[in-house]
T-cell receptor, first 111, second 113 residues
Framework: AQSVSQHNHHVILSEAASLELGCNYS??????LFWYVQYPGQHLQLLLK??????LVKGIKGFEAEFIKSKFSFNLRKPSVQWSDTAEYFC?????????FGKGTRLHILP | KAGVTQTPRYLIKTRGQQVTLSCSPI?????VSWYQQTPGQGLQFLFE???????NKGNFPGRFSGRQFSNSRSEMNVSTLELGDSALYLC????????????FGQGTRLTVV
């Protein structure tokens, strides 16, 4: 079945550590890719998106993601996390006029 | 520009009842999607409406239905509620279906007892 897979369900890091959250999708052809973030008690917000062009995209708050077409991956990275990055992160694919989400990764940053 | 507005924010219903949730998209947005968010299943796509027509539907039973009005506002209805329907229901709007992101509301927290 076509899907979006996030490898880690729960990640715990210390402040200043580097972050990489994995995301793979199984859709062929052209896709639009997103990472959304949900801070505690807040609504989903867009972190970054990829539609075309440079496969390395930069988003808000120092996040970036790399689209690797051959690996069907769109991993999220941040070189140095902060306590305020504690949130749930969702990878998503826009395909055939609907956005399909991964199950999310809960990120907990220790101060 | 006002964001996506969902009402009510919280709802408690008993098994067997029905419920209607409302979503007002960002002004000018014609696409509205609904999602169910639960701790175990994450965000699951319910359906998407564009210009009053349902264009996409997820794998939910027929108890889940929706509609969109001419002003793009949307409602979703769940009939014969079950305990497992307890979840956060999110609405998202977008101006186009491709090359734009979806903007989400705060959600409606439905608890079925």
């Amino acid at each position: 079945a076509q899907s979006v897979s996030q490898h880690n369900h729960h990640v715990i890091l210390s402040e200043a550590a580097s972050l990489e959250l994995g995301c793979n999708y199984s859709y062929g052809g052209t896709v639009n890719l997103f990472w959304y973030v949900q801070y505690p008690g807040q609504h989903l917000q867009l972190l970054l998106k990829y539609f075309s062009g440079d496969p390395l995209v930069k988003g808000i708050k120092g996040f970036e993601a790399e689209f690797i077409k051959s690996k069907f991956s769109f991993n999220l990275r941040k070189p140095s996390v902060q306590w305020s990055d504690t949130a749930e992160y969702f990878c998503a694919v826009n395909r055939d006029d609907k956005i399909i989400f991964g199950k999310g990764t809960r990120l907990h940053i220790l101060p | 520009k006002a964001g996506v507005t969902q009402t009510p924010r919280y709802l408690i219903k008993t098994r067997g009842q029905q419920v209607t949730l409302s979503c007002s998209p960002i002004s000018g947005h014609r696409s509205v999607s609904w999602y169910q968010q639960t701790p175990g299943q994450g965000l699951q796509f319910l359906f998407e409406y564009f210009s009053e027509t349902q264009r996409n539907k997820g794998n939910f039973p027929g108890r889940f239905s929706g509609r969109q009005f001419s002003n793009s506002r949307s409602e979703m209805n769940v009939s014969t509620l079950e305990l497992g329907d307890s979840a956060l229901y999110l609405c998202a709007s977008s101006s186009l279906t491709t090359n734009t992101e979806a903007f989400f509301g705060q959600g409606t927290r439905l608890t079925v007892v």
